[in-house]
Each structure stands twice: as C-alpha cells, then as structure tokens.
C-alpha cells in the first residue's frame, strides 16, 4: 500500500505563491505518473499537472499553465507543485495521487489509485 503525505497549502495573498509537497512511502510505490488535482467547495475534483516518474516529462491544465510547475525528486519519493501569480479562483483542497501504467487517462482522476489526504489553499483577492 501507498501513503501520500501532502503539506505547505496554506493563504496566500493573490499574486502570491506557494509549494505543495507530497511525500510518497510504502513497498508498493512504483509511479508511473504523479499527479496534482484539486476540488473547490461545490465542484468536481479536476486535473492540474502531472509528472511521468522516469523522465519527469510534465502536462499542465489549461487554466494553470505557466503559473505552475510541478516537479518530482526520485530520492526523496516526492513531488512538488510551485504555485505562482496564485488567483482565488485557484482556492481549493490540493491531492496529489499516484497512477499505475495502464490505468487510464494521466488527467482522469479514476486513473489514480492512490491519494493523499489533501492540503488547503486559499487565496484571497
């Protein structure tokens, strides 16, 4: 079984920025992609950025494409997400999640199997 630990959400003016990590343990941990989603009060949890584990290859979602990088260190188990130029509209709980190869859709949350608890952000206007 796989453990996600996500932290570093917080509120954060807008403009502002802040980094998500997400610290990945247990014997069954083999990625193929790592992944940020997140879901704001009353909506679908949607797609932000995903990374393929060997070669770091990342995609991004439309509505945060060069505000966000998202990035992985194999040593640490770890993935991050640097948010920048942070908008309300990006307020939300943030998972990051883990996908098998084969299991769908690298922007389908039904893709991933694992998740973690999830980290708050909030950004004020």
């Known amino acids: 079984q796989v453990q996600l630990a996500e932290s570093g959400g917080g509120l954060v003016q807008a403009g502002g920025s802040l980094r998500l990590s997400c610290a990945a343990s247990?014997?069954?941990?083999?990625?193929?992609?790592m992944a940020w989603f997140r879901q704001a009060p009353g909506k679908e949890r949607e797609f932000v950025a995903a990374?393929?584990?060997?070669?770091?290859?990342?995609l991004y979602a439309d509505s945060v494409k060069g505000r966000f990088t998202i990035s992985r260190d194999k040593a640490k188990n770890t993935v991050y997400l640097q948010m920048s130029s942070l908008k309300p509209e990006d307020t939300a709980d943030y998972y990051c999640?883990?996908?098998?190869?084969?299991?769908?859709?690298?922007?389908?949350?039904?893709?991933?199997?694992?998740w973690g608890q999830g980290t708050q952000v909030t950004v004020s206007s």
């Open positions: 247990g014997r069954t941990f083999r990625p193929y992609t």
């Open positions: 999640a883990v996908r098998s190869l084969g299991s769908g859709s690298y922007s389908q949350a039904s893709a991933y199997k694992d």
């Open positions: 990374i393929w584990w060997s070669d770091s290859s990342s």
